[in-house]
């Protein structure tokens, strides 16, 4: 479904809903926040309890203010009722989509932690809200084996409770097991609809390589949202999904209108930054990723940025953001986050690669997801071992066994390797592939796929026989 938003009623055209905030969830990597109307908490200010307990999972985001009120009104509830085990995992749960939001994870991971934990003290037994919370955390640290025993437990303690099969799914795809988070998708839908299921069962039909369904059922969840936050939620990752398949412009005006939603959707102000690079618009891209950066510090905004830079010949600015980016994976450890995927990534274009490899062979036997298959076979072939580069490479794309995202840097990476072991032929069907999926991928990457191509002239696709 392409450019969806001209064909509904513009989102910040909606009248905000009339309430307040009032429940958490985390939803595809971030919490979420219900609200309901008539709650008040002192000062003025909306208040998410006493009805946030039973509206934990609403499925509803809102902005970083109004979760700032729910912390606030928590942290008094605890301190007055040390335990009310559900206002702990509340607590906890709203830490962690702070930290999430913010990129402060080495302040708020650890009080997220312990709030939950806190909650689990006091309700050793039976509590769904701190298992769910604790799921959440361990996603957010990329902490995939964790999230997926805490989910375990959640399900066990609850087994129709439906946000919990959001955790399982999203621990499942870390794990690299798609036939169970898709297994999770359906229990999910059989238990609730509404936006914030369809934008999940966007994150599994992409994963399937099901483009067109993941954009159409982000292009719903966005119609039928029912706040301005909840709408940029979802046209983010509509954005996202737009980039990957090659439409910086349908992209860009995703995350514009994200961003005029809530301006605090630093992830939107980032995917400005990629659409208006792809663009040619090199002055604008590097002013969004600034911003991003100032509000979201991720290692991935420097990673991008940096790159930007080199590709545009600063040398001085890249390595600055190059130096960040490891500063930021040293702060995000301490807050418990496994930065070895994008710091392998890192050290294997820009470092180095050996390192890369050992990081990466040790995230894979901890996670072994898709996306550290591509990053370890892409290691490997920068280390200069393209024969095992090949089978984490053909792990990463092969739609049988679960690599059906149709990921043009997934791509891009088996045909070099492929060119590196001397097979032209399934070398340049990829490059092209790559090309063909999104030619915007990467600012450095994308001229060395047209460059290997025009070193390969125009030769038969298929190999010749020995």
């Known amino acids: 479904m392409e450019d969806t938003e001209n064909h509904r009623l513009p989102w910040y055209r909606r009248p905000p809903l009339v309430g307040s ?21 002192g000062h003025g200010a ?7 307990r039973a509206a934990v999972g609403a499925g509803v985001p809102v902005g970083l203010p109004e979760l700032a009120v729910l912390i606030d009104e928590r942290q008094r509830r605890v301190r007055e009722h040390p335990r009310d085990a559900p206002s702990w995992a509340l607590l906890g749960a709203a830490y962690v989509e702070r930290g999430r939001r913010t990129a402060d994870a080495a302040a708020l991971y650890p009080r997220a932690e312990r709030a939950l ?87 599994v039909y992409w994963e399937q390589g099901r483009r067109e369904d993941a954009q159409a059922a982000l292009a719903d969840a966005a119609a039928g949202a029912e706040s301005p936050a909840e709408e940029a939620a979802w046209l983010e990752r509509a954005g996202q999904l737009a980039f990957e398949r090659g439409e910086p412009d349908s ?5 514009r209108a994200a961003v005029r939603l809530d301006p605090d959707q630093w992830a939107a102000r980032a995917g400005q930054g990629r659409a208006l690079a792809a663009l040619g618009r ?17 290692p991935q905004y ?13 040398a001085r600015p890249a390595r600055a953001q190059y130096d960040l980016l490891r500063a930021r994976v040293r702060r995000d450890a301490a807050g418990g ?4 995927l994008v710091l392998g990534l890192f050290e294997a274009d820009h470092g180095d690669p050996a390192s890369a490899v050992r990081r990466l062979r040790a995230e894979w036997r901890r996670q072994p997801g898709i996306a550290v298959a591509d990053a370890l076979g892409w290691a490997l072939h920068r280390a200069g071992d393209d024969k095992e580069a090949l089978k984490y490479a053909s792990i990463a794309t092969d739609r049988v066994h679960g690599g059906a995202v149709r990921s043009a840097p997934y791509v891009y990476h088996l045909g070099m390797i492929e060119l590196g072991l001397k097979r032209p032929g399934p070398g340049r069907r ?37």
């Open 46 to 52: 909306p208040a998410p309890a006493p009805g946030a």
């Open 337 to 340: 986050v496994d930065g070895e």
């Open 302 to 314: 420097a990673l991008e940025l940096g790159e930007l830079y080199e590709s545009s010949g600063q």
């Open 282 to 298: 090199i002055s604008e891209a590097v002013h969004a990723y600034r911003a991003a950066l100032a509000g979201q510090p991720l």
């Open 117 to 203: 934990r806190t909650s689990l003290k006091v309700r050793p037994k039976d509590n769904a809200e701190a298992y769910e919370g604790l799921a959440a955390l361990a996603g957010a640290r990329r902490d995939f084996r964790a999230a997926l025993a805490w989910a375990e437990a959640a399900r066990r303690s609850a087994p129709d409770r439906w946000t919990t099969y959001a955790q399982l799914i999203d621990a499942y795809t870390g794990l690299g097991d798609h036939k169970n988070a898709h297994r999770a998708l359906e229990r999910l839908r059989k238990l609730r609809s509404g936006p914030a299921v369809l934008a999940r069962a966007a994150g």
């Open 430 to 466: 990829h490059l092209r592939e790559a090309l063909e999926l999104n030619p915007y991928f990467s600012r450095l990457h994308v001229p060395a796929a047209r460059a290997a191509l025009g070193r390969l002239g125009e030769v038969p696709d298929e190999d010749l026989p020995e």
């Open 251 to 255: 992209a860009l005006r995703h995350f």
């Open 21 to 41: 905030l009032v429940g958490v969830l985390v939803l595809a990597g971030g919490l979420v926040l219900l609200s309901l109307p008539g709650e008040r908490a």
